[in-house]
């Protein structure tokens, strides 16, 4: 039973046990955003070469990652970075802002990048290209 007192009411708390809808963290692209954050985080752990990059990242994401690799975060208490989970949003039909959650040993650090669609005019194939890149360390 509720009861009324002026403005306040007392009793059952709203929002208790009510169900809540899932925010949606994923879109469709979310394959593509995963295979990118797999990519990206295997040249910041040196296990592929940074020049694997060239064609998919800008010179300022470029040179981030080359310095990234250099401080060699990724490489802590020898073991290996394994990616978690992937987050992606589309701001606009042709970028993803992506947020990926790494974990290293006992710590869990996040990678955030944006990715930018550009069509190649050669051909009519569909290329995404890294165009910026955060993260903690």
Known sequence: MTTHTGNVRIGRLHGVGARRRPTPCTTPQNPLARAYAQRLLEVLTGMRPQEQLLAFATEDVYDRVRTLRALGCLRADGSRPLLQRVFDSAPRHDALEV????????RTETLAFRLECRALRRSQNVT??????ESRW
């Open 99 to 106: 947020t990926a959650l790494v974990r290293i040993g006992a």
């Open 128 to 133: 995404w290209r890294f165009t910026a890149l």
